[in-house]
Structure formats: C-alpha cells, structure tokens
C-alpha cells in the first residue's frame, strides 16, 4: 500500500512539475490534460527504466565532465518523454534545459514537504530518496 501511495505521489509531484514548467517557458508546450498526465507517467517510468541505463552508457563522460554530464542524462529523459507524448513539445535547446532545472526544483520542493509532513527531517533532499 506505502508503494502505491509514493508512487502516485510521485508522479503527482512530476505532473505538478511539468505544469510550472509549462508556466515557465514559452517553448514547452502540453495541449491536453491527458497529455499532462500520460507525460507525467512516462517521465516517471523512463527515469525508472532508462535513466539507469543511459547513466551506465554515459559514466565516461559523466566521469571526464566531474557529473556535468548526468544533467544532460536527465534532458535526454525529458526529450524522450516529449518524443513519446502526444501533443507535447518543447522548442529549444536552453528550454529543455531550464525544464529540467525546474522539474528538479520542484521535485526537490515536493520532496521536502512530504517529509516534513511526515515528521522525516534527516533524510536527503529529492522525491527519489
């Protein structure tokens, strides 16, 4: 039961992340609420899924650039996202860029207020943790 709970909580705190983004940039576009929803579930799932992988390729790189690299794993993540959703687009290169630092951001918010709620003030920062 706990699972389920964090994991619509999850992609709740996705979904909410991709909605200020949204706000945030003009070149990141979702047309629909189902949109909205199916892409707050494939971010999810892909950063499950294919993040790991994408990071095991790219650990050369992510060693030579000390980590810089792994930001760019998570663009990939959400350009594979906007590749896969309907009526889903963003325009530009520092527009995926922004996207991920606030999809982070508000992750990291989310994060923090769950724990605060439930009463956890030791645990690291980040709704993945």
């Known amino acids: 039961m706990y699972l389920a709970v964090r994991l619509i909580v ?11 983004a949204d706000w945030v940039f003009s070149g990141f576009t ?32 992510i060693i030579l650039t000390f980590g810089l690299a792994y930001f760019f794993v998570n663009v990939a993540i959400l350009a594979f996202t906007e590749w896969v959703v309907p009526n889903f687009s963003i325009d530009g290169f520092w527009t995926y860029v922004g996207a991920v630092i606030v999809m982070w951001f508000v992750n990291v918010l989310v994060g923090r207020l769950l724990r605060a709620i439930e009463g956890d003030t030791a645990a690291a920062p980040g709704l993945y943790s």
């Open 30 to 61: 979702i047309e629909r609420w189902g949109s909205l929803l199916l892409a707050g579930a494939v971010f999810g799932l892909a950063n499950v899924f294919l993040k790991p992988l994408l990071t095991f390729i790219a650990i050369p790189l």
């Open 10 to 20: 999850a992609w709740g705190a996705n979904v909410l992340a991709l909605i200020v």
